[in-house]
């Protein structure tokens, strides 16, 4: 067990541009959770895949965010046209779930974005 | 919506001593699960206890245990025997048990422990 593991740790972009993180979840974990963490808050839920299906987005999802994992493995979100008010940590957290069962989740260590 | 709060931004305690950290969470839900997540500066979190919500009997973790009362809507976590490593943001959350899988996380406490 190597954990979820969450790439790049650190990214430092200006506005307008777009940028992509990576994460890999626990290999056996089949649902994967994306949040968003702004400083002195908790995280907040963006995005949950079950293997390859994006089942649920939150309201904070706008249209310049996209999620995918196109092979029930690794996911990446991608933020289009990055803003200032985007500038947070995202972390990834993977479980294993059937229907109403979920193991707890298990969280990376986080991708800190800044956007100047 | 399910909201958590956590009115102790900030707590400390000295070391072997006992600290207790506040939750109060709105649901209209019957059954769900509680969380405490520590949050160390490496800022990895990591699940220090959970709680079934059908169950009366308080979850306990070495020196970590919960004060769950349902019909309060409450559930503290105690720290026994405190360590310098227990120093971090500690996080309460809820989950549904049916529809969302997401957690909802409350503002957090930052625990500080004096050596």
């Known amino acids: 067990d190597t954990g979820v593991s969450q790439n790049p740790r650190h990214k430092i972009t200006k506005r307008g541009q777009n940028v992509t993180f990576r994460c890999d979840p626990i290999?056996?974990?089949?649902?994967l959770y994306w949040y968003r963490q702004t400083l002195g808050q908790g995280p907040e839920f963006l995005t949950y895949f079950q293997n390859e299906a994006q089942l649920e987005k939150s309201r904070l999802l706008s249209d310049r965010f996209s999620a995918e994992r196109p092979k029930g493995s690794f996911s990446t979100l991608e933020i289009q046209r990055t803003e200032q008010g985007d500038s947070a940590m995202y972390l990834c957290?993977?479980?294993f779930g059937t229907g109403t069962y979920n193991s707890p989740l298990h969280f990376g260590n986080g991708t800190r974005l800044t956007v100047t | 919506a399910q909201t958590v709060t956590q009115s102790q931004p900030e707590m400390s305690v000295q070391e072997a001593e006992t600290v207790t950290l506040s939750c109060t969470y709105d649901t209209s839900e019957s059954d769900y699960y509680l969380f405490w997540y520590k949050q160390p500066p490496s800022r990895q979190m990591i699940l220090v206890i959970r709680q079934e919500a059908y169950k009366q009997q308080n979850a306990t973790e070495n020196r970590f245990s919960v004060n769950f009362q349902k019909a309060a809507k409450s559930f503290s976590l105690k720290i026994s025997d405190s360590q310098l490593g227990d120093a971090a943001m500690y996080f309460c959350?809820?989950?549904?048990?049916?529809?969302?899988?997401?957690?909802?996380f409350g503002t957090g406490t930052r625990l500080t422990v004096i050596p």
């Open positions: 959350a809820y989950r549904s048990v049916t529809g969302a899988n997401n957690l909802f």
């Open positions: 290999s056996e974990h089949n649902r």
């Open positions: 957290a993977s479980s």
